[in-house]
């Protein structure tokens, strides 16, 4: 069909089934609409690249491309939607240039474009067998360690709520790991992966499952927080990302105040050592995270020699009277303390 005919009405379906209960628009029911049918009348352009890719890998699962609709977006190009019968390829384009996405879907799982042609062969037909085996969808996704294209496609796929109950049980540890992993080496450069973790968690509870593990909480306490107790975590960093934590999710900040407590003589020794000199500074900081852990006095010695060292080193001594208050408000009452206390005040 030419550009020049026109259709007057659609012939294919006004939502297109990506999986689950998701649908997307058929641009050829919008206003510009510019081309409907057969994908081999239609010139791709640019996108020319990604219709042989796409095609190939159908071939070799016995299926080929079989609708297009095709609308002229307002940014110029064109947004058009591809389907096959296990592969459906979205060209969505913005209202401005460069405002587009490039994506399929497979398996009820949206891949970008560009990752699903560097797939190998195995991975590609594992996705387009048009099997509804979720050992198949299991291989195809987790196998990347990409746990969050794990979840959203179990969510949006066609499997019953049993099968995705079972494919989480079944890779429960994995799971926990791999939000461990996301998260120990990237409290800094990507705080953000903590909400992402966190929205992953809820999205299964609003879908109606509710596993006991795959919570917020057990997340934290039985594989997160172990596993910053150990070397090289468990230093004058790990302050540093508990308070990442408590920023990014409010509502862990009970939880961290428990782990903090729960490992007083660890945490203390750790800011003691610490080769720049902030206890005082760092002492402060993990009783603003709700450190107030009483049993303090086998380290009352080492605790004392601390303070005394930070104001010997140009330390600002109202840090130090802030740690010092700081810790008398948790309960430490040791005279050593106040007469520390008082020597600041009356220089002050």
């Given at each position: 069909?030419?550009?020049?005919?026109?259709?007057?009405?659609?012939?294919?379906?006004?939502?297109?089934?990506?999986?689950?209960?998701?649908?997307?628009?058929?641009?050829a029911y919008m206003?510009?609409?510019?081309?409907?049918?057969?994908?081999?009348?239609?010139?791709?352009?640019?996108?020319?690249?990604?219709?042989?890719?796409?095609?190939?890998?159908?071939?070799?699962?016995?299926?080929?491309?079989?609708?297009?609709?095709?609308?002229?977006?307002?940014?110029?190009?064109?947004?058009?939607?591809?389907?096959?019968?296990?592969?459906?390829?979205?060209?969505?384009?913005?209202?401005?240039?460069?405002?587009?996405?490039?994506?399929?879907?497979?398996?009820?799982?949206?891949?970008?474009?560009?990752?699903?042609?560097?797939?190998?062969?195995?991975?590609?037909?594992?996705?387009?067998?048009g099997t509804s085996?979720?050992?198949?969808?299991?291989?195809?996704?987790?196998?990347?360690?990409?746990?969050?294209?794990?979840?959203?496609?179990?969510?949006?796929?066609?499997?019953?709520?049993?099968?995705?109950?079972?494919?989480?049980?079944?890779?429960?540890?994995?799971?926990?790991?791999?939000?461990?992993?996301?998260?120990?080496?990237?409290?800094?450069?990507?705080?953000?992966?903590?909400?992402?973790?966190?929205?992953?968690?809820?999205?299964?509870?609003?879908?109606?499952?509710?596993?006991?593990?795959?919570?917020?909480?057990?997340?934290?306490?039985?594989?997160?927080?172990?596993?910053?107790?150990?070397?090289?975590?468990?230093?004058?960093?790990?302050?540093?990302?508990?308070?990442?934590?408590?920023?990014?999710?409010?509502?862990?900040?009970?939880?961290?105040?428990?782990?903090?407590?729960?490992?007083?003589?660890?945490?203390?020794?750790?800011?003691?050592?610490?080769?720049?000199?902030?206890?005082?500074?760092?002492?402060?900081?993990?009783?603003?995270?709700?450190?107030?852990?009483?049993?303090?006095?086998?380290?009352?010695?080492?605790?004392?020699?601390?303070?005394?060292?930070?104001?010997?080193?140009?330390?600002?001594?109202?840090?130090?009277?802030?740690?010092?208050?700081?810790?008398?408000?948790?309960?430490?009452?040791?005279?050593?303390?106040?007469?520390?206390?008082?020597?600041?005040?009356?220089?002050?």
């Open positions: 069909m030419k550009i020049s005919e026109i259709i007057t009405e659609a012939t294919g379906p006004e939502r297109i089934h990506v999986g689950g209960k998701r649908t997307i628009p058929n641009p206003p510009s609409v510019k081309y409907e049918g057969d994908p081999s009348g239609y010139n791709f352009g640019a996108q020319q690249k990604y219709f042989d890719e796409f095609s190939t890998a159908l071939a070799r699962n016995g299926q080929k491309f079989t609708y297009i609709g095709v609308a002229k977006s307002k940014a110029g190009p064109d947004t058009f939607v591809v389907i096959s019968p296990t592969l459906i390829w979205q060209k969505y384009e913005g209202y401005s240039p460069g405002g587009g996405t490039n994506n399929v879907y497979a398996l009820g799982n949206k891949i970008k474009a560009t990752d699903f042609i560097k797939f190998d062969k195995q991975k590609q037909d594992m996705l387009l067998s085996s979720i050992e198949s969808f299991e291989q195809a996704l987790l196998s990347e360690k990409n746990v969050s294209k794990y979840i959203k496609g179990l969510l949006n796929s066609n499997f019953d709520k049993a099968e995705i109950i079972k494919s989480l049980e079944k890779n429960k540890e994995l799971i926990l790991k791999i939000f461990t992993g996301m998260i120990l080496y990237s409290f800094h450069d990507r705080p953000e992966l903590l909400k992402t973790i966190n929205n992953l968690i809820k999205s299964v509870q609003k879908y109606g499952i509710n596993l006991n593990w795959l919570t917020l909480s057990y997340w934290l306490e039985n594989d997160l927080f172990p596993s910053l107790e150990k070397p090289p975590n468990m230093s004058t960093y790990f302050i540093r990302n508990m308070e990442i934590l408590v920023r990014q999710l409010p509502e862990s900040k009970e939880l961290v105040a428990n782990f903090l407590n729960s490992i007083a003589g660890t945490l203390i020794l750790v800011i003691i050592n610490d080769q720049y000199g902030k206890f005082s500074e760092n002492l402060m900081r993990l009783v603003n995270l709700g450190f107030h852990y009483n049993g303090l006095d086998h380290h009352k010695k080492d605790i004392i020699k601390a303070i005394l060292t930070s104001m010997t080193k140009n330390i600002d001594n109202s840090k130090i009277l802030d740690s010092i208050i700081a810790l008398q408000k948790s309960g430490i009452e040791w005279p050593e303390l106040t007469t520390i206390k008082n020597s600041i005040e009356s220089d002050q």
